[in-house]
């Protein structure tokens, strides 16, 4: 291997190794591999195509979270940067505060998000998140644990012991504090609805 074609390497395999082991096909591009070389080393199997202008590295190690990285990079604008935020159920999940789980992968996008099909895998709601509201899980941008109570109460989607059962398991993680409740970047509504839920998790554990 050349030098310059191992230099390209090494830089693909950095990018697509804080990626879960997948990368696009405009980061590719970005760095020196032509969409000629990129169908030569899908022929050649050393990349797998796992959705159009989405790429994995054969060898690298599959994890269970390989569908969640496919879809965030499909998220990506016309500049590469990738938009999507997981959000709703499939951040409640990936918190592991709640037994609840979809079908459908649920992904929130500023308003000016576009896309002319959008898998049936995903189910997008329109947001456009303050810094504050999200988080990293595995490499993945994810609403906070706040946020994703916020979301799910007005959405109404599923049932509200999910919703107590998993503020009882982010209150005993400590990931949400009283006090948290109480900051001032929530507006008053979302200040009171948090808080009942706080407290209404009380009583449902000592029914429970």
């Known amino acids: 291997m050349s030098h ?4 390209n390497f090494e ?5 697509a190794e804080s990626q879960g082991g997948f990368f696009t096909a405009k980061q590719a591009t970005d760095l020196g591999y032509s969409t000629r070389m ?11 195509r796992e959705w159009r202008g989405i790429y994995r590295l054969r060898f ?3 994890q269970r979270l390989d569908d969640l990285m496919i879809w965030y990079l ?9 938009e999507g935020i997981y959000s709703h159920d499939t951040a409640l999940e990936l918190h592991e505060l709640s037994t609840w789980t979809d079908t459908r992968l649920h992904m929130s996008v500023p308003k000016g998000f576009k896309r002319r099909f959008v898998p049936k895998a995903l189910r997008l ?3 456009e998140l303050r810094h504050f509201e999200i988080t990293n899980i595995s490499r993945l941008p994810v609403t ?3 946020r994703t109570f916020l979301d799910l109460i007005t959405a109404g989607t599923i049932q509200r012991h999910h919703l107590l059962e998993g503020m009882q398991e982010a209150k005993k993680r400590g ?11 929530w507006n008053v509504e979302e200040r009171k609805v948090l808080q009942k839920l706080f407290q209404d998790s009380e009583k449902f554990k000592a029914e429970a």
Request: charged fraction near 20%; glycine fraction near 6%; aromatic fraction near 10%.
């Open 60 to 62: 690298y190690p599959k």
């Open 4 to 7: 310059s074609l191992r230099h």
């Open 175 to 185: 990931l949400i504090l009283s006090s948290d409740l109480k900051d001032k970047c």
């Open 144 to 146: 906070t644990v706040a």
């Open 125 to 127: 709601h329109t947001a």
């Open 74 to 82: 499909w998220s990506c604008d016309r500049s590469g940067q990738p």
């Open 38 to 48: 990129q169908t030569y080393h899908v022929q050649t199997g050393g990349w797998e």
């Open 11 to 15: 830089k693909l395999y950095a990018l």
